[in-house]
């Protein structure tokens, strides 16, 4: 359990695991780490305290969707927010007490041979992404399509409607790139004008993988990454991918 003294940021604990294919696994994984923000929890050692349920705002379903905390009698855990992602083998958990969440990581290759550019970016983000080609080189334009994608999906599962909303409406400034990056406008139900969200980049993470928290608050909030073997995960998030790729991760509308 997690104790945040009066006046600090409110955590958002971060895990990065090996994708097993396991979807189960994935979910036992992030109601354990959820299980550590929450003060009468059993230990994150015994998971089966609560249980990760999808629910589908669109169409009902329960087996798709935003992923929420139940206790293991089916009834809803109010105030706990979380978030999953799955690229290159490897699984982003999220979870948190402050404000809706969403987490997104990428793999920077798939990103880029998935030519998303056109469907992702607005004219003025595709202009950005060009003249960083030209004058900070093709690699770091790689990096930076990837990273403005997985923070457009984190910000997208913040509002539970994913790539329903189009991610144009998601808007970076790509031109001055800080970190994290600087959001434009987030037309999105929950966030009309972008104000009450915040932006984490999520560093460090494997070769390779890039990726964003967002989070539907505009108070302090900060990124603790949970140690994966007190979840029951055996390999560091430094460790090469393990087997075949299940999934690269990179949805496409
Ligand atoms: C959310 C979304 C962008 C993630 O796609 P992705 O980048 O390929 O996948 P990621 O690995 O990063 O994330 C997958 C996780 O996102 C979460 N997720 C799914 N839909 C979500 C939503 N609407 N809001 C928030 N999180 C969502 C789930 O936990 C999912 O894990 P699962 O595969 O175990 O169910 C995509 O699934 C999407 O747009 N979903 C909404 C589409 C929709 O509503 N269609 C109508 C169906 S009836």
Partial sequence: ???ASPGSPAEIVVAVIRDTGDRAADQRMLAALAGELLPSAAPAATPVAFVVVHHCAHCGAS???RPSLHSADGTAVAGVHLSLSRAAGRVGLAATLAAPVGIDIESIDAVAAAGLDDVAFDATE????DAL???GGESEARRMRASAWAAKEAVLKTAGTGLRTDPREVALDLAHP?????LRTARTARAPDA???TLHELTPLPDGLVGYVAVASAS???IRFAEAH???DAAPASAPPPGPRPNDGVSRR
């Fill in 178 to 182: 800080a970190r994290p990056l600087a």
């Fill in 133 to 135: 080609a030209a004058h």
């Fill in 195 to 197: 104000t009450g969200l």
């Fill in 230 to 232: 007190s979840l029951g």
């Fill in 126 to 129: 595709r202009a950005s992404l």
């Fill in 220 to 222: 302090p909030t900060r």
């Fill in 1 to 3: 359990m997690t104790t």
């Fill in 63 to 65: 087996d798709h969707g």
